[in-house]
């Protein structure tokens, strides 16, 4: 069992920069990819970035790529998303995800998921 919990979302304005943390429990974290998905009111769910079990891997969304960046401490079963030259069309809620699977944008791979981040960027 791995249990996910986020943390790092807020306000912030076009522009601005945020930085999410998944904290993991469990001593197999490093067994795991690492996702981050997000969903925005009346949308669907969807792909962010991803992050394989050593870090060596990422895969992004292409509305993303260049401004978030995905990574990992393994030391510290916590993944990172770091978020620049957030947009207005940025803000939904942000979820991290875990699987034994390579980085891939399906969420039906992932096995676990956390709570959510409430991410809001203002224009």
């Known amino acids: 069992q791995v249990q996910l919990v986020e943390s790092g979302g807020g306000l912030v304005q076009a522009g601005g920069s945020l930085r999410l943390s998944c904290a993991a429990s469990g001593r197999t974290f490093s067994s795991y990819a690492m996702g981050w998905f997000r969903q925005a009111p009346g949308k669907e769910r969807e792909f962010v970035a991803a992050?394989?079990?050593?870090?060596?891997?990422?895969y992004y969304a292409d509305s993303v790529k260049g401004r978030f960046t995905i990574s990992r401490d393994n030391a510290k079963n916590t993944v990172y998303l770091q978020m620049n030259s957030l947009k207005p069309e940025d803000t939904a809620v942000y979820y991290c995800?875990?699987?034994?699977?390579?980085?891939?944008?399906?969420?039906?791979?992932?096995?676990?998921w956390g709570q959510g981040t409430q991410v809001t960027v203002s224009s």
């Open positions: 995800a875990a699987g034994i699977t390579t980085a891939q944008a399906r969420s039906h791979v992932y096995d676990y």
């Open positions: 992050i394989s079990w050593s870090g060596g891997s990422t």
